[in-house]
């Protein structure tokens, strides 16, 4: 099972990138997926997650800002940032529940700089 996250840049406050992880190989089930991050120096938290069923669950900080959403055929996962803050800086990681006894499967990381 492989993850390949893209879409991460650099971008000027305010302005907007769309994440995507698309999830491939042996694949039984896949169950919640979601989106992490992680600057230099601290520890990996949620951004968002999307369950199978498309329930959303989106971190206080990005609420109102940052949309999960999931193409179940596709097997993939996409992270819409709007009114993006120079705070909102750092490796963003996919992550993804996958099996009938779920296994935590991580993509590679995306950089996203927002920055003037």
């Known amino acids: 099972v492989q993850l390949q996250a893209s879409g991460g840049g650099l971008v000027q406050p305010g302005g907007s990138l769309r994440l995507s992880c698309v999830v491939s190989?042996?694949?039984?089930?896949?169950?919640?997926m979601g989106w992490y991050r992680q600057t230099s120096g601290k520890q990996r938290e949620l951004v968002a997650v999307?369950?199978?069923?498309?329930?959303?669950n989106v971190a206080d900080s990005v609420k109102g800002r940052f949309t999960i959403s999931r193409d179940n055929a596709k097997n993939t996962v996409y992270l819409q940032m709007n009114s993006l803050k120079p705070e909102d800086t750092a490796v963003y990681f996919c992550?993804?529940?996958?099996?009938?006894?779920?296994?935590?499967?991580w993509g590679q990381g995306t950089l996203v700089t927002v920055s003037s």
């Open positions: 992550h993804a529940n996958i099996g009938l006894f779920p296994k935590s499967y």
């Open positions: 190989g042996s694949i039984s089930s896949l169950n919640a």
């Open positions: 999307v369950t199978h069923g498309g329930s959303t």
